[in-house]
C-alpha cells in the first residue's frame, strides 16, 4: 500500500501491497487524497467530469489517458470501492455493479452466447435460479442443476457446450458447502470458468480465488454493507477476466452509485469484525436450537454434526451468520414461530446487523415448483434465521416465545 506522500503521512493510502494484513486492507485500500484533506472518503456525486481541453477529452475517450469521464464507467467513489473489495478477496480487480443480480448477469454477458451451457449449483439463491432458468434460456443458454456437493453430477453435467460453472458456498438455505478445490480442477480440466457466489461468507472468512475459483461474485447488499442500507454488487477475478465484465458494464449501464459504494466503503471496514462476531452467536443459536422442542433438525456447518463440517472448517475461517432449521409442525409451526417474534425482523434481507428471519418455502425459495423445493430440500417446517449482533441471550428469548407458540 503506496502512501500518497512519502514524505508526509496523510493518513490516505491508494494501492494495496501484499504485506498488509486483511484489516488493515480493509480499511485503508483505494483512498483517494483530496484537497480538503478530508479523512473519510469523499462521494463525487457528478454523472460527467470535465477535461482541460478538447485534447485530453480525446485522449481520456481513446484510452490513450487513463481518468475519469462519465459515472457510467469511471467514478472515484465507486473505484475506490472496488479496490478495497479486490484487495480483500485476493483479486487483481473488481467491477462494481448496482445490484448483486446485475453482477451475475454481466458475467454471463461477459463470458456466455447462445448455444453455451451453464452448469449450476441447485441450491443457489432463488432469483439467480430465475435468471438462468428462465432469461438466459431465451437467449440460446441452457443451465443443468445438480446438488452442490455431489461431484460426480458436477463431472456428469458438463458437455463439450458448457462454458461455466456456478455456485454458491455456503448454500442459502442449508448451508450446504462445496468443495471450492475439487471444483476448480474439475473447471480447469474441461477449461471452464469456475465462478463462485461469496455472499455468505464474504472475504473476511472465505477466499474463493486463493481455493482455485476465477470469478467471484458478490451481492453487496448483504454483509458487504452490514446494515441493510443500500442493494449494490460486485465480480472480482483477473484483469483479463475483468475487462470483459466492465465492457459489457459500460455498454449496457448497470452501475453502481457513488453514494452506495461509499456506504459499502465504511462496510467493509468493520465487515472482518461483524463476520466474526454474527459466526459466533449463530453457533451458539444453532448449539441452542438443536436442543429445542419441535426441532428436527438444524443447518449449520459449524455444527460437528453437519455432513461437511470438515470441508467447511479447512476452506472457511468462520461459519457465518445464517442458521436454518426445520420444525416438526411443517408450515403452521413454522409461520407461528415467526409470527411470534417480538423484535426480530421479518424480512427476506440478511445480513444486517439486525437479526432476521424467513420462511424460505414461501418467499425466496417461493417461485421454485414443489418437485425443485424437494430437490433442494426446503421444506414446509424451513426457518431460516440470519443472525445479528443483538445479544445473543435476547435472540434466543424471542425464537422461544415462537417455539412455545409452535408447540
Ligand atoms: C441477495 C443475493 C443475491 C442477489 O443480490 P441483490 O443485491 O439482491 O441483487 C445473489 N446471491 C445471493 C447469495 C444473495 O443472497
Redesign the pocket.
Known amino acids: 500500500m503506496a502512501k500518497s506522500n512519502d514524505s508526509n503521512n496523510t493518513g490516505v493510502t491508494t494501492e494495496p501491497a501484499v504485506d498488509y494484513g486483511f484489516d488493515t486492507l480493509a480499511i485503508r485500500t483505494g483512498q483517494l487524497p483530496t484537497d480538503e484533506g478530508s479523512h473519510s472518503e469523499p462521494i463525487f456525486a457528478t454523472s460527467s467530469f470535465v477535461f482541460q481541453d478538447a485534447a485530453q477529452a480525446a485522449a481520456r475517450f481513446s484510452g490513450s489517458e487513463p481518468g475519469n469521464i462519465y459515472s457510467r464507467f469511471t467514478n472515484p467513489t465507486v473505484e475506490a470501492f472496488e479496490k478495497r473489495l479486490a484487495a480483500m478477496e485476493g483479486g487483481e480487480r473488481a467491477v462494481a455493479t448496482s ?4 453482477a ?1 448477469l454481466s458475467i454471463m454477458m461477459a463470458f456466455l452466447q447462445s448455444g453455451d451451457e451453464v452448469v449450476s449449483s441447485r441450491s ?2 432463488g ?2 435460479n430465475v435468471l438462468f432458468d428462465k432469461y438466459l434460456k431465451k437467449f440460446g443458454v441452457e443451465t443443468t442443476f445438480v446438488s452442490i456437493s455431489a461431484m460426480d453430477q458436477w463431472q456428469a453435467a458438463i458437455t463439450d457446450k458448457t462454458k461455466l460453472l456456478f455456485l ?1 458456498t455456503p448454500s ?1 438455505p442449508l448451508c450446504e458447502v462445496a468443495d471450492i478445490r475439487k471444483l476448480s480442477s474439475l473447471a480447469k480440466q474441461h477449461d471452464l470458468l469456475l465462478v463462485v ?1 461469496n ?2 461468507c464474504t472475504p473476511a472468512l472465505q477466499q474463493p480465488l486463493a481455493l482455485g475459483a476465477d470469478i467471484i461474485v458478490h ?4 454483509y458487504l454493507d452490514g446494515q441493510g442500507r443500500c ?3 460486485a465480480v472480482v477475478g483477473s484483469n483479463e477476466l475483468m475487462t470483459e465484465v466492465y465492457g459489457f458494464l459500460r455498454s449496457a449501464g448497470p452501475t453502481m452509485s457513488a453514494f452506495n459504494a461509499w456506504v459499502f466503503l465504511k462496510g467493509l471496514e468493520t465487515l472482518s469484525l461483524r463476520m466474526q462476531a454474527q459466526s459466533k452467536s449463530a453457533l451458539l443459536l444453532a448449539q441452542w436450537l438443536t436442543d429445542q422442542p419441535g426441532v428436527e433438525k438444524v443447518h449449520y456447518a459449524g455444527l460437528p454434526t453437519h455432513p461437511q463440517h470438515a470441508l467447511a472448517k479447512q476452506q472457511q475461517s468462520g461459519f457465518g451468520g445464517i442458521v436454518s432449521f426445520e420444525l416438526t409442525g411443517g408450515r403452521d409451526a413454522a409461520w407461528k414461530m415467526i409470527d411470534a417474534t417480538t423484535f426480530i425482523s421479518i424480512t427476506a434481507n ?1 445480513g444486517d446487523v439486525k437479526t432476521t428471519i424467513t420462511h424460505p418455502a414461501t418467499t425466496t425459495h417461493g417461485r421454485l415448483s414443489d418437485e425443485d423445493k424437494a430437490a433442494s430440500g426446503i421444506t414446509e417446517g424451513l426457518v431460516r434465521v440470519a443472525v445479528g449482533l443483538e445479544d445473543i441471550s435476547d435472540i434466543k428469548r424471542d425464537l422461544s416465545h415462537g417455539l412455545t407458540t409452535a408447540q
Open positions: 445490484s448483486g443480480m446485475a451475475i443457489i439463491f432469483t439467480t454458491e442459502n457466489d455472499c455468505f451481492s453487496a447488499t448483504k442493494i449494490g454488487g440478511l
